[in-house]
Each structure stands twice: as structure tokens, then as C-alpha cells.
């Protein structure tokens, strides 16, 4: 069945599955094999691993101390069948104290592969612009098998003023190569997710590094007043405002 013309200009704006067309009751041979293909992508970057030491050798020109950890999960199929697990850092695990600063964690999630990749574009920018803000960055901690949560254990351990969590997010049919982005002021063990502000979608397709980075580092100057993130914290950033 042929697929009207106004469907198929519809396709040029959106990477979703929209004006397949059919064949009989369902889908054309050639939109099967791409659905599959895509599903087949999607498992494999919930599957996919940090490769920390091309992570730390990207890092390293930001010249903060860096430190590998792993959560409860301790390995993959775990770290899915226990998200509990995930969010939890090992008892005993050392980190150095770091009074006042802002935590930075970049942790594996759902998709390792979109940390590993957006990652340190973000960074490059986002730390240089925090200095330049009177902000103190922390030591830059890699987390595998680690949830959003994790973050928590992470700056109550190095007694940090917030910590911000850049996490491979859930992998779809058309982005696998997605981070989000979550700050929580006075982060500590317990703390729940309304007290986060997220920035999503952060990816070539979606939202830029820079763009990010300037959402990231708008919302902490507010923090820093508020003394409060999450539904405390309204996300009013000007259209106008840029990195400086």
C-alpha cells in the first residue's frame, strides 16, 4: 500500500516510526527488518560497558583527580535484576573529602555506550564554566553498574555542597547514544528523585553539549541561592543566557 505524500514529508522531521505503510495487516518486510535491527541496537547498548581508560585518558586534560568505583551491583546482569543494588556504593568504599565542592560523577546507567560518549564533550565545557563561577569541581568519579542514586552515597561520602550525575540513559528504537544529566543540592543517602532537576536527551540528536552545560551550570547558580534543587527549583532559565 502506498504511503500518502503527506505522511512521508512528516518522516523528514522526526525519527520516530511514523507512515510505514503496510502490507496487508502489517508491516512492509523492509520496516520489520529496521524494527528488528533497531531493537537489536537497543539491547546491545543496555549491554554495553565503560571503557574507563579511554574515559580517564579524555579527562584528563581537565587536570582533576580522578577515581574508579563500582556499586553493590558489582556486574551487569545484577545491576538489571537489582536496581537497589545499583544505587548503593560498597561499604567501606574511600573517597577523598571534599568539602563545599560540586560532586561529578559519570556513571554507566541503563547506557554505557551514550556516556562514554557525550561525557567528556560536556565536561570540557561545563568545568572550565564552574571554576569561572566560584564553584570548586570535585574529583571526577566513574561509576559502574550505577544508578542516578549513587550519587548520593558519592557526595554525603565526600561531604560535597551537590553533586552532579552524568548517566547513560535508557536506550529507545531510535537513540542509543543518549545521557541525561541530574544535580541535587546537599545530596546525601536518602535522597529522592524530587529533589533533582534532570536535563535529558543529551546527545548529537538532541540537546548539545554546550546547551547542556549552560542549563547545568544556570541551575547550580541557582541552587547555590536556593540552597534547593528539584521542585524547589523552577527551571526559568533565560532564552538569552550563554556560558561567558
Known amino acids: 500500500m502506498n504511503t500518502p505524500s503527506k505522511w512521508r514529508d512528516l518522516r523528514r522531521f522526526t525519527d520516530a516510526r511514523v507512515a510505514l505503510g ?7 518486510t523492509a520496516a520489520h527488518l529496521d524494527f528488528q535491527e533497531a531493537h537489536a541496537r537497543a539491547r546491545d547498548a543496555v549491554w ?3 571503557d574507563v581508560a579511554k574515559l580517564e585518558e579524555e579527562l584528563s586534560p581537565l587536570g582533576l ?6 556499586s ?3 556486574e551487569r546482569r545484577r545491576f538489571l535484576l537489582r536496581p537497589d543494588l ?3 556504593l560498597p561499604e567501606g568504599t574511600a573517597l577523598p573529602k571534599s568539602l563545599g565542592s560540586i560532586a561529578l560523577v559519570i556513571a554507566d546507567g541503563l547506557c554505557a555506550s551514550g556516556v562514554q560518549q557525550q561525557a567528556p564533550a560536556l565536561l570540557s565545557v561545563l568545568v572550565p564554566a564552574l571554576i569561572k563561577a566560584g564553584f570548586t569541581p570535585g574529583p571526577i568519579i566513574i561509576a559502574e553498574q550505577a544508578r542516578v542514586a549513587l550519587g548520593d552515597d558519592v557526595a554525603e561520602a565526600m561531604e560535597a555542597a551537590a553533586v552532579v550525575v552524568l548517566i547513560g540513559e535508557r536506550p529507545g ?8 544529566l541530574y544535580i541535587t543540592w546537599a545530596a546525601r543517602r536518602g535522597s529522592n528523585d524530587a529533589m533533582r532537576n534532570c536535563i535529558s ?3 548529537p540528536g538532541g540537546l548539545s553539549a554546550d546547551f547542556a552545560a549552560a542549563k547545568a551550570l544556570w541551575l547550580l547558580a541557582e541552587a547555590r541561592k536556593l540552597g534547593a534543587t528539584g521542585v524547589a527549583l523552577k527551571d526559568e532559565m533565560p532564552s538569552t543566557y550563554r556560558l561567558t
Open 72 to 74: 553493590q551491583a558489582e
Open 48 to 50: 554495553s560497558s565503560l
Open 22 to 28: 503496510r502490507a496487508g495487516n502489517a508491516l512492509p
Open 86 to 88: 545499583g544505587r548503593r
Open 173 to 180: 528504537l531510535s537513540a542509543t547514544d543518549s545521557m541525561g
Open 201 to 203: 536527551n543529551i546527545r
Open 65 to 70: 583527580p580522578l577515581q574508579r568505583v563500582t
